[in-house]
């Protein structure tokens, strides 16, 4: 179960990113995160944020540690690769930029074999 307080900041920080005011989502989150540092949810909406205000490194960082913390596969393991894939070309890092693409296509999960 989530954290009803972290759950109001993620919603503040949604309406902060509505309002292009992305130092306040950023500022929510990084509360959401005082509260529950290893949330992978919590640190990928970071990242996000982080990439918005021109924070690359942060964004990497934030991503990275979300993955560490989180599920390797699914949706959420796919935004992880995908942010780091974003900041990795603005980086013009093309050899990084690929390797993410790697990371984010490992993230998808096969449907089961029906016999």
């Not at 996000?48 to 991503?63: P, S, T």
């Not at 599920?71 to 690929?98: F, T």
Request: aromatic share 6%; glycine share 6%.
């Amino acid at each position: 179960l989530r954290d009803p307080m972290v759950e109001d900041l993620r919603r503040r920080a949604v309406e902060g990113e509505r309002a292009r005011k992305y130092q306040d989502a950023a500022d929510a989150l990084d509360q959401a995160l005082a509260v529950t540092p290893d949330d992978p949810a919590v640190l990928q909406d970071r990242a996000e944020a982080a990439i918005l205000l021109g924070d690359l490194a942060g964004a990497e960082a934030f991503a990275h540690k979300a993955w560490t913390l989180g599920a390797k596969v699914g949706p959420l393991c796919r935004r992880h690769w995908s942010a780091i894939e974003q900041v990795r070309s603005s980086r013009n890092d093309a050899a990084g930029a690929a390797s993410a693409k790697v990371q984010f296509e490992a993230c998808r999960v096969g449907a089961p074999a029906r016999y």
